[in-house]
C-alpha cells in the first residue's frame, strides 16, 4: 500500500494558491472601488457665493428739495407828505429793514425803526410811544399812518430818486449838541428840524448835491440816513 505523503502536499499546495489568489482579488477590487477619491493636487474646491444684488437707487427725499425762494422787499427810499399837508414823511427800505422820519418843519419830529415784511407791510416804533404803520404798493409808494404827540396822520411817500430822500446831520456847534433831520421831496421842497441841546427849531436849508448845512455859523455835512 503507497503512503499518501506526496498527494496530500500537493493538494495543501494547491488549495493555498486558490487562497491567496482569491485575497488578491478581492483587495484590488476593494481598491479600484473606493468612491472617495483624493482630490488631484493644485485643485482647490471653495463654495461660490452667489453675486450680491445692487441696492436699488434712493429715491431724493422730500426734505432735500429746495424750498421756495422768498421774494424781498427792494431797497428803495420814499418820501412825501400827510394827507393834512402839515408834516412830512420819508422811510429808508435796507434788507428788510425800515428807518422813518416824521416832522412838521416847526418843532414836531420822531425817528422811527422795525422790520418790513415780505408783503410790504411794516410797523415802525420810536420814542414817546410813536409807532408808523405803513404798506408798500407796487414799489412805488408807501401808505400808511404816523402816530406821533399823541395825533394820528395818514401819509402817502413816493418813490423818491436822489437827492430826494433823507438826510440827518450830528455835531457840536459852539458847545451845543446839534442833530437835524431833512426830508427832501420830490420836486426839491425841502422840510427839517434842528435839535440845539434838544431844542427844536426849524431846519436851514442843505445842499442836495453835497448835504452841506450851516448852523450856528458852522458848516457840516448831513448824509443819507439808511437802516
Excluded at 502536499?9 to 493555498?16: E, H, K
Excluded at 445692487?54 to 425762494?69: C, K, Y
Amino acid at each position: 500500500m503507497k503512503r499518501p505523503g506526496p498527494l496530500l502536499t500537493l493538494l495543501a499546495g494547491l488549495v493555498l494558491g486558490v487562497f491567496l489568489l482569491t485575497l488578491n482579488a478581492t483587495t484590488g477590487t476593494k481598491s479600484t472601488s473606493n468612491p472617495y477619491k483624493e482630490a488631484s493636487p493644485g485643485v482647490s474646491v471653495s463654495a461660490t457665493a452667489p453675486p450680491a444684488s445692487a441696492s436699488p437707487p434712493q429715491s431724493p427725499s422730500a426734505s432735500s428739495s429746495p424750498s421756495p425762494s422768498r421774494t424781498a422787499v427792494p431797497n428803495a427810499d420814499y418820501a412825501g407828505r400827510t394827507d393834512d399837508d402839515s408834516s412830512a414823511v420819508a422811510v429808508s427800505l435796507r434788507g428788510g429793514r425800515a428807518i422813518a422820519y416824521f416832522c412838521d418843519g416847526h418843532d414836531k419830529e420822531s425817528w422811527l425803526k422795525g422790520d418790513v415784511e415780505d408783503d410790504g407791510t411794516m410797523k415802525l416804533t420810536g420814542g414817546n410811544g410813536d409807532e408808523l404803520n405803513g404798506t408798500l404798493r407796487d414799489n412805488k409808494l408807501i401808505r400808511g399812518t404816523a402816530d406821533v404827540g399823541g395825533q394820528r396822520y395818514a401819509f402817502t411817500a413816493d418813490r423818491a430818486v436822489k437827492p430826494s430822500g433823507l438826510y440827518r446831520a450830528t455835531a457840536t456847534v459852539r458847545g451845543a449838541k446839534i442833530d437835524g433831520g431833512w426830508i427832501v421831496l420830490p420836486g426839491g421842497r425841502q422840510v427839517g428840524v434842528v435839535e440845539r441841546d434838544g431844542t427844536p427849531s426849524a431846519a436851514p436849508e442843505i445842499d442836495p448835491e453835497t448835504g452841506a448845512v450851516t448852523i450856528d455859523g458852522q458848516k457840516i455835512i448831513a448824509r443819507p440816513v439808511t437802516p
